[in-house]
């Protein structure tokens, strides 16, 4: 069974960066679509940035040009590296892997999650 766990989160001033890391353990793939969720304060848990196995990456039109996904497949670990944070960035960000059945996107089914980090931005 596929595990994740992710690391890097943390307390940031408003125009700094952060990178998240997120590993991958148990049952994984390398054909594999991952991504990206993120849940703010009283919100839904929303699509961030997703990386398929020839890595295509999708962003948020909310974090396009300042997030970049990528992966390093021989470390099984997954990365985000947040630039430019704003406030409205403030969430708990969700590793996932996603489901391919319709491709690999943000509207694609999430099928696992992992616990969490907190990523909190001060202005």
């Known amino acids: 069974q596929l595990q994740l766990a992710e690391s890097g989160g943390g307390s940031v001033q408003a125009g700094g960066s952060l990178r998240l890391s997120c590993r991958a353990s148990?049952?994984?793939?390398?054909?594999?679509?991952m991504g990206w969720f993120r849940r703010g304060l009283g919100a839904e848990r929303v699509g961030v940035a997703t990386?398929?196995?020839?890595?295509?990456?999708r962003y948020a039109s909310s974090v396009k040009g300042r997030f970049t996904i990528s992966s390093d497949n021989a470390k099984n670990t997954l990365y985000l590296q947040m630039n430019s944070l704003t406030r409205e960035d403030t969430a708990m960000y969700y590793c996932v892997a996603l489901s391919r059945i319709s491709g690999c996107s943000l509207r694609s089914r999430v099928v696992t999650w992992g616990q969490g980090t907190q990523v909190t931005v001060s202005s």
């Open positions: 148990g049952y994984t793939s390398s054909s594999a679509c």
């Open positions: 990386i398929d196995s020839d890595g295509t990456t």
